[in-house]
């Protein structure tokens, strides 16, 4: 079953079309992976899927719903999450803190329950720790729990974006280049984190990454984009092998 479905969807930035006619669906429980070169429109995917950008044409369908009627504030709370290509944490707040910010969509009390410090408030606020405190042991990040963002190096920074993402308990998590600036070994972490979050979380993943061993890694379908449009979608080898990607990637010398 498709929780992600974009139909024939175009966007332009004045004469530019960043992303053409673009059609592909996102199954449940998959991770898919968007590929491409520089420029190719993947960024720009993201951005309409998060409803930063309106499209010029063409639909989002996510869970069922037209995600086009749904503004950028309302699309976490319709269970889409994203993580963001340079980091966007608060980096004076502790890890806990900013794994909190991402429980605040499931806040329903009001202003004066909250002032007043509610029973219902205090149960609140108890579950939102406790489902923030098991994604610190999920993600292996007790020994930083309460570290200044700021301190920490960039792939510890990298897993508590995800993190915070996961705190907004998502159906569909969007990672944004997840392993661009990681090692070797911080990369090979990632991929373990990825499989964990689809296989124990449940959670589909729809990622843009240049990393193909990442990819090849994780991923059970890939679309490669050149100039806004699909250029392949299959299986990490089929689109690794098809004469389109490797011409769009090489150049016709190839
Ligand atoms: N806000 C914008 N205004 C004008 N043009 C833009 C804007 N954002 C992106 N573009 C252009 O749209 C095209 C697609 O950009 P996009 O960032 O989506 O590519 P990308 O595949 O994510 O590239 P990269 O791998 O370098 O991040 C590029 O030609 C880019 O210059």
Redesign the pocket.
Known sequence: MSILELDNVTLK?GG?T?VNKLSFSVEQGEVFAIV?P???????VFNLISRFYDPYEGSIRFDGHDLLKQKASGVASFGVARTF?NIELFDHASVLQNLLVGRHRHRQSNFLSELFFTPSVKRQEMQNRQLVEEIIDFLDLQAYRDKMIAGLPYGVRKVVEVGRALATDPKLLLLDEPASGLSVEETSDMRWWIDDIRRQMGITVLM?E?DMGLVSGVSDRVLA?AD?AKLALGTPSEVQSHPAVIEAYLGKAS
């Not at 520089?38 to 720009?44: F, Q």
């Open positions: 930035f530019l960043a491409g520089n420029g190719a429109g993947k960024s720009t290509q843009v240049h984009l806004g």
